[in-house]
């Protein structure tokens, strides 16, 4: 009989540390947070990027890179290989050209995931770092950009122990960067179900360099976006659930220091900073709830938010843009360039509007 109590002590006591971490996780989703239509004037759907565009990035000359095709666990996906696209915003078309991947590089396991890119002082070459997650691992993909014939070279794939989970990066030389990585276990069932019940800070950022790899800044929910200054001087991460963007100081040593936290109020993803205003545009999404449980029926919405002068004692934080998922589902990235606005999607289509 006493081990019949016990046992059931156990079951409730299990059942209701569940109860409340489901709770929890709903919380951190903004679960209950309906959103309001806030959309922008002569927006459109652009063309081929059907499967997604997860992140963004633009060079200073307008021509945008564009990732696609990214397979995650638990999130819609189709049989299409991984791919990327370049598009130039000075071109009134606005049509999306996929680029010319090197015949020697897997194109069947391409998975790609956050990008960024780095221009060699130098030389003016162009480099492309692509997050990749063949068979949901993580490594690190190099290319040249060649605008010529728009096509890319494969210089060089990099993987590490400390890059386990990797969900975004920023370039700060031709063979290093800053890498988030959004969970700490690599496991599928525990990064996937076990550690958002959890809900512990257990993801960090890494420095990477031929010579020097080390976590650099600790004790994220889910570190997921990330970017640097224009100076090069700060380093912006994106909290997702959390709900927040944190200010690093870059050291000498390639180390980051907190400076502070900003609230957004939104599970935002990918960051862009304007090289002009050091502006920061996030993609970010709404209800986290409703893009974990995906149901066509009642979409995931999408919102971009802006932070202008993160540096000082009183950032501004806005809304720019914001929909229900009828127009576009669940976006990751927001990009400007020339009074335009690309918004990118995990999963779903890509939409340039015209800024207010």
């Known amino acids: 009989m006493g081990k019949v109590v016990f046992i059931s002590l156990l079951i409730a006591a299990l059942a209701a540390l ?22 922008l004037p002569n927006c459109a759907v652009l063309k081929n990027l059907d499967y997604g565009s997860e992140d963004i990035t633009i060079l200073g000359d307008g021509l945008a890179f564009i990732s696609t095709g990214l397979k995650y666990p638990g999130m ?3 049989d299409v290989t991984g791919k990327i696209f ?26 790609p995931h956050g990008i960024s890119v780095y221009t060699d002082p130098t030389d003016d070459t162009i480099y492309l770092f692509v997050v990749s997650h063949p068979e949901h691992k993580s490594q690190v993909e190099v290319f040249i950009f060649l605008e010529d014939d728009h096509s890319l070279v494969h210089l060089k794939t990099i993987k590490h122990e400390l890059l386990n989970s990797v969900n975004d ?37 890494v420095y990477y360099s031929p010579t020097d790899v080390k976590v650099v800044s600790e004790g994220y929910y889910l570190a ?70 995906f149901d066509p029926k009642d979409p995931p919405g999408s919102e971009v938010i802006r932070i202008q002068n993160i ?18 589902m669940g976006s990751s990235v927001a990009a400007t360039y020339g009074g335009k606005l690309l918004i990118g999607s995990v999963f779903h289509k890509a939409v340039v509007c015209d800024l207010k």
């Open 86 to 111: 370049s598009l130039d915003l000075q071109d009134s078309r606005m049509k999306p050209v996929e680029l010319r991947m090197p015949r020697n590089f897997d194109l069947d396991s391409f998975n």
């Open 76 to 78: 819609p996906a189709s």
């Open 169 to 205: 990066i920023v370039a700060v030389g031709i063979e290093s960067f800053y890498a988030t990585n959004d969970h700490y276990y690599s496991n599928e069932i525990l990064k996937s179900l076990v550690e958002p019940l959890l809900g512990q800070p257990w993801s960090n950022v």
């Open 311 to 328: 540096h000082s004692d009183q950032p501004v934080v806005s809304q720019v843009y914001a929909d229900d998922g009828q127009v576009i």
């Open 224 to 293: 997921n976006g990330i970017n640097i200054s224009p100076d090069n001087s700060h380093v912006y991460v994106a909290d997702l659930f959390d709900h927040n963007v944190h200010v690093l100081d870059r050291k000498e040593d390639n180390t980051l220091a907190t400076v502070k936290a900003v609230a957004v109020g939104s599970l935002c993803d990918n960051i862009e900073v304007d090289p002009e205003t050091g502006d920061l545009w996030l993609g970010c999404h709404p209800n986290g709830w409703k893009f974990f449980k």
């Open 18 to 39: 569940l109860g409340e971490r489901v709770v929890n996780l709903r919380r951190r989703s903004l679960a209950s947070r309906e959103l309001v239509q806030n959309h």
